[in-house]
C-alpha cells in the first residue's frame, strides 16, 4: 500500500508507515504545499496512493465537483483529559 502523508500532518507520518514497511511521502517534501485538492487529487490517483489527511473539506471534494479521487484517509485525533469522566 501506497500513501501521500498530507500538509496538515506531520511529515514524520511518513517516516514511520515507511518503517513500517509501507512506500508513503509526503505532500511538503515533494513541493506540493499550498496546492488545492484537485491537484493532490490528481497526483494521489495517478500514483495510486492513499491520501492520509485531517483536511474534512477533502471528504466533500469529490461529491461536490464530481472528479474521481484517490482513496483517502481522514485522520482525527482525540484528547484524553485525565480525571475527566
Known amino acids: 500500500m501506497k500513501f501521500k502523508v ?7 507520518y511518513a517516516s514511520i508507515l515507511r518503517g ?7 505532500v511538503s517534501d515533494e ?3 499550498g ?6 487529487s490528481e497526483r494521489c490517483r495517478t500514483e ?3 491520501l492520509m489527511t485531517l483536511d474534512l473539506d477533502f471528504v466533500g471534494f469529490s461529491s461536490l465537483t464530481r472528479e474521481k479521487v484517490s482513496s483517502m484517509c481522514l485522520v482525527r485525533c482525540v484528547t484524553y483529559v485525565s480525571g475527566r469522566s
Open 6 to 12: 498530507d500538509e496538515n500532518l506531520p511529515t514524520e
Open 35 to 40: 496546492a488545492s485538492d484537485s491537484v493532490l
Open 48 to 50: 495510486d496512493r492513499v
Open 31 to 33: 513541493k506540493l504545499s
Open 20 to 26: 513500517a514497511g509501507f512506500e508513503a511521502d509526503s
